[in-house]
């Protein structure tokens, strides 16, 4: 296990490095000049000029691209050009906000999403399945942006109950984290509700159900335990989506996350932001991958990782 | 084992998502006068506020409320006394004096004097102050020395003469902080994170890319302020902001959506104040591109000018946040004069086309988008017009304001377009300021002229009104200058933008600059 974990953990380092350098290109070829951007254009020559030299922007490409790794190497991921904070930061004062609502919503569309599902599965084609189904086609459907909108209508607006935007106290969380959850709980549910369908027709429900256990356990103990390992899989997906919505949510809900960070950089040409949250962004998918490949062990006993 | 890993993963979740940020104040009942938090939503989240780093008006405008310039302006652009009470120029015009305000302290307590002017103005000028902007303030003709005549009387030697020099004293660049604060943490001399100034409110607290916080100044030198502290949120997406003041969560925002304008104004709950401001929008012909000679005829041009309906763009795209242009500037600004207009005539336009043999003409327009209020939209409206007078257009093509600044800011010989979209609007209110983008020596990438115009008695008209010393002699000067460009008509002459802003009916005494800034300083509950 722990040789796994290791060796999981050294295979991920050229990842990271591959993604470093794809983003490093991909900001520069970006059309648009920071130093014009970062000086406005009401700015002289001169003063655009040493902007210029003091972001190190007159440097060559390659000298940029060494001196970005020299340092990744260290863990410093270089100055902001928009703020001329230190790149970790500005990450630092953003992530936990987007950390608190990414894992918010995917508890709220786990602990939803699984429910539902079985509760759909067992009540297949009644009222109920029809209502559950119908709701998770909507939660994947509707537009994230459109969906926070209503929810700001009705609850903000009309209802007065909870803030419009903003993080500034508890209630805070509760609309960009429903709307976040919202396509994360049909996806879940959706799969949840046929990997049930395919277990429940399984020779050992019909025999845990003639030994004598009662209907929850069957449920629990017995299908949903076998039911998981797709729904599992779905999950760790599920990661990645709730990070582009969650680009979409921040804006909307003036979220001080670091969707926002990210596209607010793009928007400034702020270079050394954009690589520093798309590197987090990228080592979090491997460590969600990771996390994603021990819980099927845990899921499932006959998975082991030597 | 097993199960509890993941359970720990979920508890995990959980524990973060309940270390929440702290919790609100709730507004609580205000007075006549007084009032207890102002809760302000604007769209963008400053970049710095150290006062030498600005470059945007809504950065500016947090900074403005923490540290004053010398002088500012007033509504109308007129250029004002503040922290100086008086100022002289030398007979050379190369030396100003400034008489300052006594008794005033910054904030920290310590005294404002001219030595604190000087180690701004100084800091301003200093090129190892990170990302300093001193625009016209530095470089060789800019501020040469700072001297300490008295505790009350401070010396600018200019490295040529500036006639504007006291407007572009008003900038926020060149407010004045307390030196003593520059050295505390997290300041440091080169790089101010909290400035001290003598405002009416100072710093409190700031979370990025959500709010900063400020409270009053309770020693202010002036007119206290009434409310105890200010809450400027961070909601870059307008119609979020427009969402919080509706809910009743903030008292005042900046820039509504622009269609929603007309259902703000019918909301009996709601105050919308169509601020000044000095930004013209205009659509900049390339004067000079050698595929297309016909647009270096004034005759074409103007007949470009004839094709477009302003007043019904402003009416149905801009829903009245704009007043047509009547000079090649803002009215705020000192040397405007009215030189003429453009009256929508469709046949007139055709028949000057025809006339020039450019009837059929294709033409490229591109535009930026969300860069000003409901930009793209008007360059849509300004392709049907010149369609319908016959030309063929192509776009308009629209790009983020980066991506769009790296195309339209580029040597002649790299222009890729006929005509672009584009806002102006000078730092100071100053015709100095606009006539930068009619001068041969700011064609990019020197500076932002990018229609490439020039006119030699443009030039030396300009010239004599930046450099006489007499007012009326500056504004004849200016005049002229104006009337010229109008005809030569290196634009589309559009508009002059309004700035738009609401207040909810609670709240009083929120006034607009033409810099774009609205001022809440002084804001009362109603």
């Known amino acids: ?306 | 084992m097993r199960n509890r890993s993941l359970t720990s993963l979920l508890l995990a979740g959980l524990v973060i998502a309940a270390c929440g940020t702290g919790g609100t104040s709730s507004n609580t009942s205000a007075g006549p006068k007084h009032g207890d938090k102002l809760t302000i939503a604007v769209g963008i989240d400053p970049d710095t506020l150290d006062p030498a780093a600005q470059t945007t008006t809504t950065a500016s405008q947090v900074v403005d409320m923490m540290a004053e310039p010398l002088v500012n302006i007033d509504e109308k652009g007129v250029v004002k006394p503040l922290l100086a009470t008086k100022w002289d120029q030398s007979a050379d015009g190369l030396s100003w004096t400034f008489t300052l305000r006594s008794g005033v302290k910054f904030s920290d307590g310590t005294p404002f004097n001219a030595q604190a002017v000087k180690f701004s103005i100084d800091r301003l000028i200093n090129s190892k102050t990170q990302a300093t902007q001193p625009g016209v303030l530095g470089g060789k003709s800019g501020i040469q020395s700072v001297d300490v005549v008295d505790d009350a009387n401070v010396k600018f030697t200019l490295g040529s003469r500036f006639a504007p020099f006291a407007a572009a004293m008003t900038q926020t660049n060149a407010a004045i902080i307390s030196p003593a604060s520059a050295s505390v943490a997290p300041n440091t001399p080169t790089h101010v994170v909290q400035p001290v100034g003598t405002g009416p409110y100072k710093f409190k607290d700031r979370q990025a890319g959500d709010h900063i916080t400020l409270e009053a100044n309770k020693a202010y030198w002036g007119q206290k302020p009434n409310y105890d502290s200010q809450v400027l949120k961070v909601v870059p997406d307008a119609t979020s902001r427009e969402s919080l003041i509706r809910a009743g969560q903030a008292d005042v925002i900046a820039l509504p959506p622009g269609n929603d304008l007309p259902a703000l104004q019918h909301d009996s709950s709601l105050n919308v104040i169509m601020g000044p401001s000095d930004r013209t929008i205009q659509i900049v012909i390339n004067t000079v591109d050698p595929k297309n000679t016909l647009l270096q005829k004034p005759a074409v041009r103007q007949a470009l000018n004839y094709a477009v309906d302003k007043d019904a763009i402003i009416k149905t795209v801009l829903f009245g946040a704009a007043v047509p242009l009547d000079a090649p500037m803002s009215k705020a600004l000192f040397g405007y004069c009215s030189v003429g207009s453009y009256k929508f005539d469709q046949s007139k336009a055709k028949q000057m086309l025809q006339a020039a043999g450019a009837s059929g003409m294709t033409v490229k327009l591109i535009s930026p988008t969300g860069r000003y209020l409901q930009d793209s939209k008007v360059a849509e409206a300004v392709a049907g017009y010149l369609t319908q007078a016959g030309l063929k257009v192509e776009g308009p093509q629209t790009s983020d304001w980066p991506t769009y600044l790296g195309t339209v800011n580029v040597a002649p010989a790299r222009a890729s377009t006929n005509l672009h979209l584009l806002g102006w609007a000078p730092a100071y209110m100053d015709a100095s300021q606009q006539f930068q983008q009619f001068l041969p020596s700011q064609i990019p990438p020197a500076g932002l002229n990018t229609s490439y115009y020039g006119n030699p008695q443009v030039t030396e008209l300009v010239t004599q009104g930046n450099s006489a010393t007499d007012p009326s002699q500056r504004k004849k000067a200016y005049c002229d200058a104006q009337k010229i460009v109008w005809t030569d008509a290196p634009w589309i002459f559009l508009y002059n933008q309004r700035y738009p802003f609401v207040t909810t009916n609670k709240v009083k005494n929120v006034t607009g600059l033409p810099n774009e800034k609205f001022v809440t300083s002084w804001a009362s509950p109603a």
């Open chain 1, 1 to 306: 296990m722990t040789t796994y974990l290791v060796r999981r953990v050294l295979v991920s380092v050229p990842t990271v490095l591959g993604v470093a350098t794809v983003i490093f290109l991909l900001v520069h070829l970006l059309p648009g000049d920071p130093a014009r951007v970062i000086a406005g254009v009401n700015a002289t020559p001169a003063d655009v000029e040493r902007i210029r030299h003091q972001l190190g922007l007159d440097q060559p490409g390659w000298q940029q691209y060494l001196t970005f790794l020299g340092r990744l190497a260290h863990g410093d991921l270089g100055t902001s050009t928009h703020t001329l904070n230190p790149v970790t930061a500005e990450i630092a004062a953003r992530a936990p906000y987007t950390a608190e609502l990414a894992s918010l919503s995917i508890v709220v569309a786990i602990a939803v999403g699984v429910a539902a599902g079985v509760v759909a599965a067992t009540r297949r084609n009644t009222a109920v399945d029809l209502l559950i189904s119908g709701a998770a086609i909507a939660g994947v459907s509707i537009p994230v942006y459109w969906l926070g909108l209503m929810l700001v209508v009705l609850f903000a607006i009309d209802l007065r109950v909870l803030p419009a935007a903003g993080a500034g106290g508890p209630t805070s969380i509760v609309l960009p984290a429903i709307t976040l959850a919202s396509f994360s709980v049909g996806f879940i549910a959706r799969q949840t509700r046929s990997a049930m369908l395919e277990v429940l027709g399984q020779d050992f429900v019909r025999t845990a159900r003639a030994k004598g256990a009662g209907e929850p356990r069957v449920l629990v103990r017995h299908a949903l335990r076998n039911a998981l390992l797709p729904v599992v899989t779905t999950i760790g997906l599920q990661f990645g989506t709730l990070l582009g919505g969650a680009v979409l949510t921040e804006t909307v809900f003036a979220w001080p996350g670091i969707g926002r960070l990210l596209v607010d950089s793009i928007f400034f040409r702020d270079f050394p932001v954009v690589q520093g949250v798309v590197l987090l962004i990228a080592v979090a998918f491997i460590a969600v991958n990771l996390v994603t490949d021990l819980v099927y062990a845990v899921v499932d006993p006959r998975i082991r990782y030597g």
